[in-house]
């Protein structure tokens, strides 16, 4: 299958810090990522589809201006969690759909992000 | 609108024993449909989908699911549970140009 890559695995930082978290598809291009967010023993809830070279998309109740998305190229989206605070600790997943059909979405590792 | 509905958020089974996790789906269009498994702290590892091939699809680790329509369910089994098959695992429909809308997990514990 289809590789995705996520940097870094775990972050800590303060509150009122900017964190970035990359997401890479490692050996296909991907127009479409998303990102999702995931509390403790839930499900994933989508934030944004990032597609190359628009703006993202974002689902209703997501601000826009705490979490940017730039997906500047086919292999690599980022989000940046601006300004964060100790509400914005959780699980941090991004994927990537495949270009040859069938909506298949392969799964980085995650991100936790605690914020102190 | 799509949706899908996992039946049961914990399931407990004994090793060796038979896995059935369940999923039924809602979709106004043909759906494409996926399991993924969740370890702890880790991202979604695909298990299977359905793509409107063959209805009975088969996956890693052992695992299959089949298509129904007439029951629009996806359910996944597997004959012989592994101490290793514990984890959380999510159902999930997408359509073309849809997103991908995924159920609330089956927790799935394996006792020795």
């Known amino acids: 299958g289809a590789v995705v890559s996520q940097h870094p695995s775990r972050v800590i930082c303060k509150s009122g810090t900017s964190v970035k978290i990359e997401c890479r598809s490692l050996?296909?291009?991907?127009?479409?990522m998303f990102w999702y967010r995931q509390f403790p023993k839930q499900s994933l809830m989508l934030m944004a589809t990032s597609n190359e070279g628009s703006k993202a998309t974002y689902e209703q109740g997501v601000e826009k201006d705490k979490f940017l998305i730039n997906h500047a190229s086919l292999t690599l989206s980022t989000l940046t969690v601006t300004s964060a605070h100790p509400e914005d600790s959780s699980f941090y997943i991004c994927?990537?759909?495949?270009?040859?059909?069938?909506?298949?979405?392969?799964f980085g590792p995650g991100t936790r992000l605690l914020v102190l | 609108a799509q949706s899908v509905t996992q039946l049961g958020s914990h399931v407990s089974v004994s090793e060796g024993a038979l896995v059935l996790l369940r999923c039924n789906y809602s979709s106004s269009v043909p759906p494409y449909l996926f399991w993924y498994v969740q370890y702890p702290n880790q991202g979604l590892q695909l298990l299977l989908k359905?793509?409107?091939?063959?209805?009975l699809v088969k996956g890693i680790n052992g695992f299959e699911a089949e298509f129904k329509k007439s029951e629009t369910s996806f359910h996944l089994t597997k004959p012989s549970a592994h101490m290793s098959d514990a984890a959380e695992y999510f159902c999930?429909?997408?359509?073309?140009?849809?997103?991908?809308?995924f159920g609330a997990g089956t927790r799935l514990t394996v006792k020795p």
């Open positions: 359905y793509t409107s091939a063959a209805t």
């Open positions: 999930a429909v997408s359509s073309s140009n849809n997103d991908m809308r």
């Open positions: 994927s990537a759909r495949v270009p040859w059909g069938s909506e298949t979405q392969y």
């Open positions: 050996d296909f291009q991907a127009t479409t």
